[in-house]
């Protein structure tokens, strides 16, 4: 027989590390608060993507914090997404394709979204495609519980959460690094260079 629990993991993360993960969250919330860009339709679409992006960011610290690790780890993919269409949707997506997204029409897969994003300059040493490469398949797995994640809820004795320090901080450092890009994705809507540096000044700093 097997034991079964729903409790809560013991804490893995310290109270540091979780204090420290709640005031990005909001340092990235007040670069843009407020902040003015311009009122057409690429930049309300691409804008709304970046801000769910941030939004899941959130979403993920708030479920660390509460030990609500399954939950957290399939937001992952989600706000990986979010932010793969908000940069497409700025710079590459042509004016009937951002109007077709608007209302309500899918935009194309991710890959040929990437394709697209990747024959610009900022974006041809492939970091995007590299990421997907390396993580897109424990993405989908968390997201859709697959048998990756059931092994988080698998030990010898029972069935329970079981998620191990150095993957919890890896989830919230992919989290941190993805939001932080859709941030200075925003300030790049309205051509404030000075901003995304200053934003990305922040996020060095962050996972230094």
């Known amino acids: 027989m097997l034991a079964f629990s729903n409790l809560p993991m013991k804490y893995i993360l310290t109270e540091d590390e979780i204090s420290n993960a709640v005031r990005y969250v909001e340092e ?19 804008g709304s993507c970046f801000a769910i992006a941030q939004e899941h960011h959130h979403a993920i610290v708030k479920l660390l914090e509460c030990r609500l690790f399954s939950s957290a780890f399939s937001l992952i993919r989600v706000e990986f997404e ?7 949707l700025s710079n590459c997506a042509s004016d009937a394709l951002v109007e077709a997204f608007i209302q309500g029409k899918e935009p194309p897969g991710i890959n040929c979204l990437l394709e697209q994003l990747e024959m610009l300059d900022s974006f041809n040493e492939k970091m995007l495609s590299k990421i997907k490469q ?20 698998n030990t010898d004795d029972g069935i329970e959460a079981n998620y ?24 790049e809507l ?16 962050q996972v230094a």
Request: hydrophobic content about 45%.
């Open 134 to 153: 390396k993580t897109w398949k424990s993405m989908c797995a968390y997201t859709h519980t697959g048998g990756l994640h059931v092994q988080r809820w």
């Open 28 to 46: 990235l919330r007040l670069f843009i608060h407020e902040f003015s860009v311009p009122g057409n339709n690429r930049v309300r679409a691409a």
């Open 190 to 205: 309205a051509s404030d260079e000075k901003l995304a540096e200053r934003i990305l000044a922040s996020f060095k700093q």
């Open 164 to 187: 191990e320090r150095e993957e919890v901080l890896e989830v919230l450092k992919f989290a941190e690094s993805i939001a932080s890009f859709s941030v200075i994705g925003v300030a």
């Open 82 to 88: 979010a932010y793969v269409r908000g940069k497409w």
